[in-house]
């Protein structure tokens, strides 16, 4: 199995807690991230008119266009690179139960990377190692309705699920918050969450994970991300990502309909 990513400065103690090491946890304190300061030109929508698809999810795209919606290292430039496997903090923080029952199938999808509800068709990993961020890409395999509920319940949990707690496999004690994020204007139904997920160690060591958790339609495909570190997690690598994403999926969907 690939090594799990390991952030600079580990200190031993916390290996056996399964966490990476970081310096002091930021307050609890969570903001809306601003939108990209610069987005990419506006989508236009997809010619209804699409080849009929003999595939379960609808989907148009063939499995190699599917594999070339993905985002890729040099759409999001430097310090981003291919994954390394897996943090650690996926299995230290994530994996987590909580009494409060309709939040425990957000962990569960973020732990899962089922963020649509299912699993993913196609999914890349990369990393950026100047910050020990994370972001894990799909292009989703359900139906377009599926997908809208799939958002339409992601757009509840910054109401249901603003603020509970959480418990880990070692016993680590979680508070967990979740607010709306706002997300450049593209693709047909979108859904952005910003997640924080605030943890102390039994030797006093506070970590705080932060995640951008983003989803959009476009046309009968969709894609799903998240974005999450222990250190700085910048926002506008989410925004890239989503415009990016956007128009790659809906400028190979238009490749698709060209070639029928």
Request: aromatic share 4%; glycine share 10%.
């Amino acid at each position: 199995m690939t090594p799990a990513i390991r952030p600079r400065g580990l200190r031993l103690s916390l290996t056996a807690a399964g966490l990476l090491a970081v310096g002091g946890c930021a307050a609890l304190g969570l903001h809306h991230p601003a939108t990209a300061p610069h987005p990419l030109p506006t989508i236009d929508r997809p010619d209804p008119t699409v080849r009929h698809s003999a595939r379960a999810d609808g989907s148009a795209l063939s499995d190699e266009q599917a594999q070339s919606a993905l985002i890729t290292q040099s759409d999001l430039g430097a310090p981003w690179t291919p994954t390394r496997g897996a943090a650690t903090w996926r299995d230290g923080l994530l994996k987590a139960t909580t009494p409060a029952r309709e939040c425990q199938p957000l962990l569960d999808a973020l732990y899962s990377d089922e963020l649509l509800g299912g699993p993913a068709r196609v999914t890349v990993g990369l990393d950026d190692a100047d910050t020990d961020a994370q972001l894990r890409y799909q292009i989703g395999a359900r139906r377009a309705a599926d997908v809208d509920a799939a958002l339409a319940w992601l757009r509840t949990m910054p109401v249901h699920c603003a603020r509970f707690t959480a418990t880990t496999e070692r016993g680590l004690v979680e508070d967990v918050q979740v607010v709306d994020a706002p997300l450049p204007e593209v693709g047909d139904a979108r859904q952005g969450l910003r997640i924080g997920i605030a943890t102390t160690t039994d030797n006093g060591e506070e970590y705080l994970l932060t995640l951008d958790l983003a989803a959009v339609r476009v046309g009968t495909d969709s894609f799903a991300f998240t974005n999450g570190g222990l250190g700085d997690v910048p926002n506008d690598a989410t925004q890239a990502a989503v415009q990016i994403g956007a128009l790659r999926l809906a400028d190979i969907q238009k490749q698709g309909r060209a070639q029928v």
